[in-house]
Nanobody, 129 residues
Framework: QVQLVESGGGLAQPGGSLRLSCAAS????????MSWARQAPGKGLEWVSG????????YYADSVKGRFTISRDNAKNTLYLQMNSLKPEDTALYYCAKDRRPSVLRVGVSSHPEEYDYWGQGTQVTVSS
């Protein structure tokens, strides 16, 4: 069965960095685009970043562009999110998600949560001094 397990969250100071990981299993990881999304307390789900199946294309929400970097290691079935210059407004529960369609059937990477069929349990990121 498909499993996505996030790790790497924690407490960081404003301006600090964290690196999130998402270990994937139960499907052919290298065939699917993957994304990160987050949900802050009292707010809706926000798509953060996505990466094509082979890592050739990456996409970012305007709120994180220039500060976050998404990457993947298909040999290790692992997705990453490097978060730099963290701000208090980055505080949220961060999820990784698997595209419901293989990349051969989709152009680019979707930013719509309904296009993702499996989600991890989330890892908490708190940015505070």
């Amino acid at each position: 069965q498909v499993q996505l397990v996030e790790s790497g969250g924690g407490l960081a100071q404003p301006g600090g960095s964290l690196r999130l990981s998402c270990a994937a299993s139960g499907f052919t990881f290298s065939s699917y685009a993957m994304s990160w999304a987050r949900q802050a307390p009292g707010k809706g789900l926000e798509w953060v970043s996505g990466i094509y199946s082979d890592g050739s294309d990456t996409y970012y929400a305007d709120s994180v562009k220039g500060r976050f970097t998404i990457s993947r290691d298909n040999a290790k079935n692992t997705l990453y999110l490097q978060m730099n210059s963290l701000k208090p407004e980055d505080t949220a529960l961060y999820y990784c998600a698997k595209d419901r369609r293989p990349s051969v059937l989709r152009v680019g990477v979707s930013s719509h949560p309904e296009e993702y069929d499996y989600w991890g349990q989330g890892t908490q990121v708190t940015v505070s001094s």
